[in-house]
């Protein structure tokens, strides 16, 4: 879903343009970095050049537009024969891409002088939102839920549980979310609802699925779409899932969120929140010592706004 482009014919309103690419967890991450251009040029009308299934996440006050978009082809093209007096200029542009040489160069050729772009991915011990803001030389925002425009102004009594990754690898065992799950809903007396996606589907035919899911007081939510997602998870008083992108949405909605990491760096990854609304397993070399797991649970569950309800 595109929003309206926002540029005016007034030649004294600056252009800025933010080119990248990414799944869920990318452009969520990447909020924060549109928020900081926005403070840097409170008056110009900001451009986000982004992956089409994600762009109703971006505040409205920001035009978007799809990256695979034929209107966009010539910014990638190596070819710069095939280019026209058309392409829009703007007065800065920040590019976040792994080979950003052709955009680069295409927006540079084409009249846009002032570009900025570094990498994709963060250097070891770096968060990526520091490495975006650093490398493109922006102050530092605060961790805060990016997307609390779209989350519900009410809360219900539930957990919410996202067991895939998109793959195995960045998943932890079904047993061990299961076991943590039913002891959270039993000690604060919340309902259970898990998501699964298409990439998810291997789950299925795991041995914890059965047990993950045979509860009476559980919810199934499949292949929803993303605009009900977050209208339902960002209603959730708990979220607990690995690291994907179902983790930085619940985090970006404000949800007091558990994330697992199993073969990702948290330093790097972890969802862009507050400290106190945020607690990340790193389990990456074994799991906790339950006692261990026990202590840190509660000690979340203490400092956050959730408990028994009514």
């Known amino acids: 879903m595109d929003h309206a482009l926002g540029r005016t014919a007034s030649k004294l309103t600056k252009a800025v343009l933010v080119v990248r690419s990414g799944a869920l967890g990318d452009t969520i991450l990447t909020l924060p970095l549109l928020e900081s251009i ?7 009308a900001l451009t986000f050049l982004g992956n089409r299934s994600y762009l109703e996440l971006v505040p409205p006050h920001i ?30 542009a920040y590019v976040i891409l792994n080979r950003a ?35 493109l030389g922006l102050p530092m925002p605060q961790r805060k839920p990016a ?22 690898k960045k998943c932890a065992p079904l047993e061990f979310l299961s076991a943590m799950a039913r002891t959270l809903a039993n000690s604060i007396g919340l309902d259970l609802a898990i998501t699964i996606s ?12 059965s047990e993950l899911i045979d509860h009476p007081r559980i919810t199934l939510l499949e292949n929803r779409p993303l605009a009900e997602i977050c209208r339902k998870l960002g209603a959730a008083r708990l979220f607990i ?14 949800v007091p969120s558990i994330v697992l990491f199993v073969a990702t760096d948290p330093l790097q990854w972890m969802p862009w929140a507050p400290p106190e609304n945020l607690l990340v ?16 649970l509660n000690k979340f569950i203490a400092n956050t706004t959730l408990g028994p309800t009514e």
């Open 241 to 254: 899932g690995n690291d994907s992108g179902i983790s930085h949405l619940a985090a970006g909605l404000g």
């Open 63 to 92: 035009a978007v537009r799809s990256i695979d978009s034929p209107d966009w082809l010539w910014l990638f093209n190596s070819d710069s024969s095939r280019s026209s007096a058309r392409e829009p200029v703007f007065d800065q």
């Open 198 to 209: 298409e990439q998810d589907a291997f789950l299925k035919n795991l041995p914890g699925w």
């Open 101 to 135: 040489d052709d955009v680069v160069s295409n927006l540079k050729r084409t009249g846009t002088h002032s570009v900025r772009w570094t990498s994709s991915r963060p250097a070891p011990m770096k968060h990526v939102v520091e490495h975006l803001h650093q490398g």
């Open 38 to 44: 926005t403070a840097q040029f409170p008056d110009a």
């Open 147 to 168: 997307l609390a425009h779209l989350a519900p102004g009410k809360a219900e009594n539930l957990i919410w549980i996202h067991p895939g990754s998109g793959g195995p």
């Open 281 to 296: 397993l790193d389990l990456r070399e074994s799991l906790p010592p339950p006692e261990q797991l026990s202590a840190r």
